[in-house]
């Protein structure tokens, strides 16, 4: 290879290398069951490109999202529907979420849709990532895409008292 030829490859490998170093792994997750349900694909493929600041990242399973590097926002589709729970359910944008707190001294928060089947679920580093606009970013697609079942949040307060003989 003549020298002319060679320090032009050179040129191109040089300029090649900061795109190369701006790729990130790719997030290992596991696919819900029911993850080839089609209105996971029209979930999944509307995704956002970024969520409270955090960019968007490939994952290897099939109805999965993440975004963050490290991964702070992780999404699965293809859950079963969750039935009545004691977990708090708050509605935000016409979706509502079961809001699984039990991890909150690691900084980290579950969402599950409730009333949609199929479900979603978010893992969610909110040191990182605020839940609000986690929900924010994900309602439209859930509300179009997501067959709602029927059921709806409600609070104790809601709930009528048992009759009494």
């Known amino acids: 290879m003549s020298r002319s030829r060679r320090f032009f490859a050179l040129l191109a490998v040089l300029a090649l290398l900061p795109g190369l170093a701006a790729c990130s792994t790719t997030v290992a997750m596991q696919p819900a069951e029911g993850a080839n349900d089609p209105a996971c694909a029209q979930v999944i493929s509307r995704l956002p490109q970024s969520i409270s600041g955090q960019e968007r990242r490939w994952t290897d399973a099939q109805a999965t999202g993440a975004w963050g590097t490290p991964a702070s926002i992780l999404l ?48 969610l580093d909110y040191a990182e990532a605020s839940s609000a606009d ?20 409600t609070s104790p307060a809601d709930a009528s008292p048992a009759p009494t003989p």
């Open 76 to 123: 699965t589709c293809g859950l079963e529907a969750p039935g009545p729970s004691t977990l708090p359910c708050r509605p935000f944008d016409g979706v509502d979420w079961l809001v699984d707190e039990s991890q909150a001294a690691e900084n980290r928060y579950t969402l599950t849709t409730f009333g949609r089947e199929p479900a979603v679920q978010v893992y």
């Open 134 to 153: 986690v929900a924010q970013a994900l309602a439209p697609l859930i509300r179009d895409y997501l067959p709602a079942t029927g059921q709806v949040c």
